[in-house]
């Protein structure tokens, strides 16, 4: 059983490359690696030279849209040009994060879409407390033939089949095993076409709760839990759950759905 990992981070430095390879030795193999802005475009194409598991994504994170440089958009197209197998992303839209520009991430937003789309990119999306400004963008543009991912998917389930319809895939993460989110998680098992579920850790974010943690990772300087890679192995378990599936079958599901979604087989 192989596992694939449709979001995460291993350029941080939270995440010390020992924590990846014990990953691997747990299970699991292909893994989205995704960049937030061009101060770790470059690392993230490093870890893709150290091991062809690791594949690649560039994108400018809404958080780091009020720091970005000029020409960011300039550099990531260049970066996506010199990597034609990487997709665009992390990307979005957040009204969580303080002091946050509205415009400005739409513009960031529909920029890196734009590339998605002229490039035939994959394209990842974070979308957080801005579900509405999403929607409006979504059913107005033209979108990534290949489809998108909704990482860490949060949204009201009334709006999966019309987002699915519109190439939506939607990943499943230790967000979904918190108590308060069992309506999150209920869409994946009643809602959520299985043809369109994946399996995320966002390591070294969205570190689960200890009774679901296959190994640990030392806190970040602020004291923050840091979340292992090779926690997406109980992930699936608790997909499998969700699903009512074996931990295999729920593997070779969001194994095939990656594939299909990312490189586009």
């Given at each position: 059983?192989?596992?694939?990992?449709?979001?995460?981070?291993?350029?941080?430095?939270?995440?010390?490359?020992a924590?990846?390879?014990?990953a691997?030795r747990?299970g699991?193999?292909?893994?989205?690696?995704?960049g937030?802005?061009?101060?770790?475009?470059?690392?993230?194409a490093?870890l893709g030279?150290?091991?062809?598991?690791?594949?690649?994504?560039f994108?400018?994170?809404?958080?780091?849209?009020?720091?970005?440089?000029?020409?960011?958009?300039?550099?990531?197209r260049?970066m996506?040009l010199?990597?034609?197998?990487a997709g665009?992303?992390?990307?979005?839209?957040d009204?969580?994060?303080?002091?946050f520009?509205?415009?400005?991430?739409?513009?960031a937003?529909?920029?890196?879409?734009?590339?998605?789309v002229?490039?035939?990119r994959?394209?990842?999306?974070?979308?957080?407390?801005a579900?509405?400004?999403?929607m409006?963008?979504?059913?107005?543009?033209?979108?990534?033939?290949?489809?998108?991912?909704l990482h860490?998917w949060?949204?009201?389930?009334?709006?999966?089949?019309?987002?699915a319809q519109?190439?939506?895939?939607f990943?499943?993460?230790a967000h979904h095993l918190?108590?308060?989110?069992?309506?999150?998680?209920?869409?994946?098992?009643?809602a959520?076409?299985?043809e369109?579920?994946?399996?995320?850790t966002?390591?070294?974010a969205?570190?689960?709760?200890?009774?679901?943690r296959?190994?640990?990772?030392?806190?970040?300087a602020?004291?923050?839990?840091?979340?292992?890679?090779?926690?997406l192995?109980?992930?699936?378990?608790?997909?499998?759950?969700?699903?009512?599936v074996t931990?295999?079958?729920?593997a070779?599901?969001?194994?095939?759905n990656?594939h299909r979604?990312f490189l586009?087989?």
């Amino acid at each position: 059983m192989e596992l694939c990992d449709a979001h995460c981070h291993y350029q941080f430095a939270e995440v010390p490359y020992a924590a990846v390879e014990q990953a691997r030795r747990d299970g699991v193999g292909l893994v989205m690696i995704n960049g937030t802005a061009p101060v770790d475009w470059a690392d993230v194409a490093e870890l893709g030279r150290r091991d062809s598991r690791n594949l690649l994504s560039f994108g400018l994170h809404p958080w780091d849209v009020p720091t970005a440089p000029a020409d960011w958009a300039e550099q990531l197209r260049a970066m996506l040009l010199k990597n034609p197998a990487a997709g665009v992303g992390e990307m979005g839209l957040d009204r969580w994060v303080k002091d946050f520009d509205p415009v400005a991430q739409e513009r960031a937003f529909r920029t890196q879409l734009a590339l998605a789309v002229e490039l035939n990119r994959a394209l990842t999306i974070h979308c957080v407390k801005a579900i509405g400004p999403l929607m409006d963008i979504l059913r107005t543009s033209v979108l990534p033939p290949r489809g998108f991912l909704l990482h860490s998917w949060s949204g009201p389930v009334e709006l999966v089949p019309e987002l699915a319809q519109l190439g939506a895939y939607f990943s499943f993460s230790a967000h979904h095993l918190i108590p308060r989110k069992a309506d999150l998680r209920a869409q994946f098992a009643v809602a959520i076409p299985r043809e369109r579920i994946l399996l995320e850790t966002d390591a070294p974010a969205l570190c689960p709760a200890p009774e679901f943690r296959r190994h640990e990772l030392a806190p970040a300087a602020d004291g923050t839990e840091q979340n292992h890679p090779s926690n997406l192995v109980s992930n699936n378990e608790e997909l499998a759950r969700t699903l009512g599936v074996t931990a295999e079958v729920s593997a070779a599901l969001t194994a095939q759905n990656f594939h299909r979604l990312f490189l586009g087989e």
